[in-house]
């Protein structure tokens, strides 16, 4: 037997069945047409953000991480929850735009943005995190050829990375960012240019769940900042703290303590340097706004024995569930937290595998879980499913095509 990840609480039942938003698992689906179905809760994303409010200090801006997942329903209701978008490429920029989002509260990091997409940014009125001083001077030409001033901030490869974090994105030689101290030059050389200088985003890594980790390293960018703002010589208009709140995804992780981060915070606040006082800050979260708001819904189509293993054979898989299925950046395989939908508040009484419907043995759900017994005709379940499922998993591998997506 291995260990199913937690289920959040916020999941309740109805008649026996796994419910979102008021209904049930089956209504759900009926109502979409079908599975497989990622089904998102505009509750959850609203008592998520309001949690993050209330325990951040009110300086503190929160942006949308685009990338974690752009259904443009979730866009729309984001829109008016949180006070900036951050995107990463320019059909991101696309999608922002189409859902009618203020340019002027977007940025756009990402280490290989072409001219086309530098184009339609600055276009647009869209501030750039610059990744290197040539692309920098590509964003100051390609603004000069169509008349407009770019809103320029610079990321910065810090010296620090976010200790314990899932997915390691600074410290060391990187292809984000611009390293910390050839910074200060760079930055003088894009004001005196003319451009819109809109400071520094800074961002140490993803997926921590130790608030310690988190301080630690929230205090580790505001003192880069602070040493990078006094030698480019002028106060910082604005600094992009990154993000990296993690969500618990497996069995023994522990909910993030938000109310530490928030008030080590706040005492940052109150005792800023002299070129950080009048500085907007903002933190761009994906995963921990959208993740755990959102379940993947997947038919049984067939239960078998084999060696005495039983295998409940599913019309989902990876191809919308890579990270599920331990594909997406992990190292040892561990079970996501997943349900039998139709029997939520059933006892479990057996020990299963959940598969997917692909040809290959990476496509696994839940390792040797205990569940309730299912049969075919059953929907399963599969938790923490609101960011990096639909857009982040090979949709089109073996024909299978993309899920359906609501936001109930
Ligand atoms: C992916 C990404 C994020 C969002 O990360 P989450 O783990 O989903 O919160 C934020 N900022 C940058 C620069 C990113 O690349």
């Known amino acids: 037997m291995k260990p199913l990840g937690p289920i959040s609480s916020s999941y309740q039942t109805i008649e026996g069945e796994l419910s979102v938003g008021g209904r049930t698992a089956s209504a759900l689906v009926a109502e979409a047409g079908g599975t497989p179905l990622f089904v998102y809760s505009r509750d959850m994303i609203r008592q998520r953000v309001a949690d993050l409010r209330a325990a951040m200090p009110e300086r503190l801006a929160i942006h949308y991480a685009v990338k974690a997942n ?12 949180v006070d900036g978008f951050d995107i990463a490429s320019g059909g991101e920029l696309a999608m922002v735009l189409a859902a009618g989002i203020d340019a002027d509260e977007v940025s756009f990091a990402g280490p290989g943005k072409r001219d086309d997409e530098l184009e339609a940014a600055i276009a647009a009125g869209v501030t750039l995190n610059c990744e290197s001083a040539n692309e920098t001077r590509r ?24 200790r314990g974090s899932g997915m390691k994105m600074g410290g060391g030689a990187k292809p984000f960012g611009l390293d910390a101290e050839r910074v200060p030059a760079l930055a003088r050389e ?8 809109r400071g520094l985003h800074i961002f140490a890594g993803s997926q921590a769940l130790d608030a310690s980790a988190l301080i630690e390293a929230q205090g580790n960018v505001l003192d880069l900042a602070a040493r990078l703002a006094s030698e480019i010589g002028t106060p910082l ?14 069995h023994g992780d522990r909910p993030l303590d938000l109310a530490a981060v928030g008030s080590a915070l706040r005492e940052r606040f109150e005792n800023l340097p002299q070129v ?15 993740g755990e708001a959102g379940v993947y819904l997947t038919r049984i189509v067939d239960r078998k024995d084999s060696h005495g293993q039983t295998f409940l054979i599913v019309d989902g898989g990876l191809h919308h569930q890579l990270a599920a299925s331990g594909n997406f950046g992990t190292v040892v395989r ?12 059933a006892p479990a009484t057996e ?6 419907c692909l040809c290959t043995p990476l496509d696994r759900l839940a390792d040797q879980a205990l569940l309730p017994r299912a049969e075919a005709g059953d929907l399963v379940a599969v938790f923490c499913a609101g960011a990096y499922g639909a857009t982040a998993s090979p949709s089109a591998f073996l024909g299978q095509g993309p899920a359906r997506e609501i936001l109930v």
């Open 334 to 345: 561990r079970n996501y937290p997943l349900a039998i939908a139709s029997h939520f508040d």
């Open 190 to 197: 894009l004001i005196a240019e003319g451009a819109d200088w």
């Open 351 to 356: 020990e299963a595998n959940v598969v997917g």
């Open 70 to 81: 752009p259904f443009e329903p979730v866009l729309l209701e984001m829109a008016g929850l």
């Open 237 to 250: 208009p604005r600094l992009n703290m990154g993000g990296g709140f993690g969500i618990p995804y497996f």
């Open 276 to 290: 950080l006082e009048s500085t907007a800050f903002c933190i761009e979260l994906g995963r921990y706004l959208v």
């Open 139 to 162: 964003a100051l030409r390609i603004a000069d050829k169509i008349g407009q001033i770019p809103r320029l901030a610079i990321r910065v490869n810090p010296d620090f990375e976010l």
